[in-house]
């Protein structure tokens, strides 16, 4: 029987460095190789054959792609069985400025008739979601502005919620969020996410707020607040070149607060970029690659940064910590499948990186119920076998094609790749995490951050 490399091997070179690492998601299989290693194992002779095989680095090919299709299987009825994150935007509006919104220019008329939009709203998921675990994340727009009919429209959100047993999240810019706190302690809050891009001035210059005016203390209040009341943290921290050696001193900060050490405390980071608009100041953004690149070795000259947040680096984050790597992904995008978006418009979208975009609306749900099918099962369809450039790639089961909105907005095709760059991020993430992980690892936030402004 010939055996062949498979082609789901992700061969990677660590940098400043002749070592590999192999991974092939299909398999489950990692190794560490030297350069001799990998050279043979890439030309398929490797001297430990019955090893290679063993391991799934050498296959027949026919078997490969029946354990190929059972694992898809496997993939689509986990994630069709999979808990629903049901964002509803009750606003646009926001009391903030900042300097990358990507919301600016949604201007949607908004309704007068908030409590029957609500209450469609409710009908609406009781119906479509039946019978699917779900939870409901309130968006923006920011959700926590002073007014009374802002607080009447959470307060009427919150009790929705709480009558059906589901889980709330919040994402806000944090500076009503010591006002809302007793509001919200009426939820079962599963996390609230706040953002801060940075300590003092290096916040206060890229989120200020509308006509001008500081934000990082009543933000850091609430959060102080929040974790006080033991209420889930989800600090999330935009970054791009202008405030990335800005993460150091956050970290100081995080640790000299307490947020760090709080069992409710965890972290994403978020890449700066292009969602929908072009922004002013294009030569301060970075890359995937680029992002993961400047990260690594700021960490790796502070790493008490890696005290804040450790990136998953692909592959290499859950590797390193738990010896495994992730289950294969033949779908990186939730939109109309595990993620759906409405806002107080009575409008329905896939997920947070559409919803309020003029033209991306999939139906309504107030004041009639209206689902475009078709567009619909174009989502619902969008995979790596419906991808053509995914076909061949041997990075699918790492990838999943990314992000369906990204690629539409780069190819005006939904199914099309929004393509990452598995192996470099792999061999950067092992370099990076592999020589001093600490035994518990940092408060990161897991899965797909598709929120205000990435979905990487």
């Not at 030297?34 to 002779?45: M, R, S, T, V």
């Not at 469609?120 to 779900?134: L, N, S």
Request: proline share 6%.
């Amino acid at each position: 029987m010939p055996f062949v490399p498979s082609r789901h091997n992700v061969i990677a070179r660590l940098p400043d460095s002749s070592d590999h690492v192999i991974a092939n998601p299909l398999s489950g299989s990692a190794d560490l190789l030297d350069a001799e290693e990998a050279a043979a194992l890439i030309a398929g002779k490797p001297a430990d054959e019955q090893t290679a095989v063993a391991r799934g680095y050498l296959v027949d090919s026919a078997e490969e792609a029946q354990r190929y299709r059972a694992a898809y299987l496997d993939f689509v009825e986990a994630r069709d069985q999979d808990e629903i994150q049901i964002f509803f935007a009750p606003t646009y509006a926001c009391n903030f400025a900042c300097s990358y919104c990507y919301q600016s220019e949604y201007a949607p008329t908004p309704r007068t008739d908030t409590v029957d939009v609500i209450a469609a709203f409710f009908r609406y998921v009781d119906t479509t979601f039946r019978d699917r675990k779900k939870y409901l994340t309130l968006f923006g727009g920011e959700p926590l502005l002073p007014h009374e009919n802002h607080r009447a429209t959470l307060q009427a959100l919150i009790a929705g919620a709480a009558a059906r047993n589901l889980d709330v999240a919040v994402v806000t810019n944090g500076y009503h969020l010591a006002d809302y706190l007793d509001l919200l302690g009426q939820a079962h809050l599963r996390e609230i996410q706040v953002t801060l891009d940075g300590i003092g001035a290096v916040h206060d210059g890229r989120r200020p707020l509308h006509g001008g005016g500081a934000t990082f203390e009543r933000v850091v209040q609430g959060i102080d607040q929040a974790l006080a009341r033991d209420i889930p943290i989800n600090l999330r921290m935009v970054v791009d070149r202008e405030n990335l050696p800005g993460l150091v001193d956050l970290a100081h900060f995080a640790s000299a607060r307490g947020w760090t050490k709080h069992p409710r405390f965890k972290t994403q980071v978020g890449r700066n970029y292009e969602l929908h608009y072009c922004q002013v100041t294009q030569n301060r953004l970075y890359s995937r690659l680029g992002l993961a690149e400047a990260f690594a070795a700021l960490a790796t000259a502070h790493p008490e940064v890696l005290d804040l947040h450790r990136p998953s680096y692909g592959l290499a984050k859950t590797l390193v910590e738990t010896g495994t790597l992730p289950e294969p992904v033949f779908d990186a995008c939730p939109g109309t499948k595990t993620e759906w978006a409405f806002d107080a418009t009575g409008r329905i979208y896939a997920c947070t990186a559409t919803v309020g975009k003029p033209g991306e609306a999939l139906g309504t749900f107030y004041p009639n119920v209206q689902l475009d099918e078709q567009q619909v099962a174009h989502w619902q369809d969008r995979d790596v076998l419906a991808i053509p450039e995914c076909k061949g790639c041997s990075m699918q089961l790492a990838c999943g094609g990314g992000c369906a909105s990204l690629a539409k907005n780069q190819t005006g095709r939904l199914h099309a790749p929004d393509c990452r760059p598995v192996q470099e991020l792999l061999g950067l993430g092992m370099s990076l995490y592999r020589p001093a992980l600490n035994p518990k690892p940092a408060h990161d936030a897991p899965g797909c951050d598709c929120t205000a402004t990435s979905c990487d």
